[in-house]
């Protein structure tokens, strides 16, 4: 009975332990892309602030950097979640 009782616990704990390594996982994760992605917008509306006729550019190379940042924010989501259920 006891030997039941302890491998539940432990169970329980293991549990416990996957979610907090994905709460940790996913927040630390996100945490440098939304950075990244602040710091990359910030200087870009400053390029264009300085030269308002490069606005295209900046902004097509602004997007293609968003969207390369926001994937390691998607692959920290995805590892998180391997954690959790794997």
Do not use: C, H
Not at 25 to 40: E, R
Not at 54 to 66: C, E, H, W, Y
């Amino acid at each position: 009975m006891e030997a039941e009782l302890a491998l539940q616990l432990a169970n329980i704990n293991a549990e416990a332990m996957k979610a907090v390594a994905m709460a940790i996982a996913a927040g630390i994760g996100v945490l440098g892309p939304g950075i990244g992605i602040g710091i990359l917008v910030a200087r870009a509306l400053e390029a264009i602030g300085r030269n308002p006729e490069a606005a295209g550019k900046v902004q097509a190379t602004m997007f293609i950097g968003i969207a390369f940042t926001e994937a390691l924010a998607i692959f920290a989501i995805v590892i998180a979640f391997i954690i959790k259920f794997a």
